[in-house]
């Protein structure tokens, strides 16, 4: 079993920025893949970016590229996710989820563990 646990979301202006961090746990902690997706009211959950733990490869939603950094802590098992230049339509639960074995980086159901969510709230 992994937990999955996020934290570092809140309430910022446009323009602004916010830091948020997972960090996995389990015994015998396996990684093959992170990922960030978030979900907005009334809308599906969205892939946002993942970090393969095996190749090192980040990939990003088209949404986000250019203005969202994923890194990590492969010590730590620590999956970061910096958003910069926030949008108010980026307001949404953020969540980190977690995949021991091969996942498509981007399909939500191919990660078996995930975190409670954090809610991100950008204000106009």
């Known amino acids: 079993q992994v937990q999955v646990v996020e934290s570092g979301g809140g309430l910022v202006q446009a323009g602004g920025s916010l830091r948020l961090s997972c960090a996995a746990s389990?015994?015998?902690?396996?990684?093959?893949?992170m990922g960030w997706f978030r979900q907005a009211p009334g809308k599906e959950r969205e892939f946002v970016a993942a970090v393969n733990w095996i190749l090192g490869d980040i990939y990003y939603g088209d949404s986000v590229k250019g203005r969202f950094t994923a890194s990590r802590d492969s010590a730590k098992n620590t999956l970061y996710l910096q958003l910069s230049s926030l949008k108010p339509e980026d307001t949404a639960v953020y969540y980190c989820?977690?995949?021991?074995?091969?996942?498509?980086?981007?399909?939500?159901?191919?990660?078996?563990?995930w975190g409670q969510g954090t809610q991100v709230t950008v204000s106009s």
């Open positions: 389990g015994r015998a902690l396996r990684t093959y893949i």
């Open positions: 989820a977690h995949a021991t074995d091969y996942a498509t980086y981007y399909n939500a159901p191919d990660y078996p563990y």
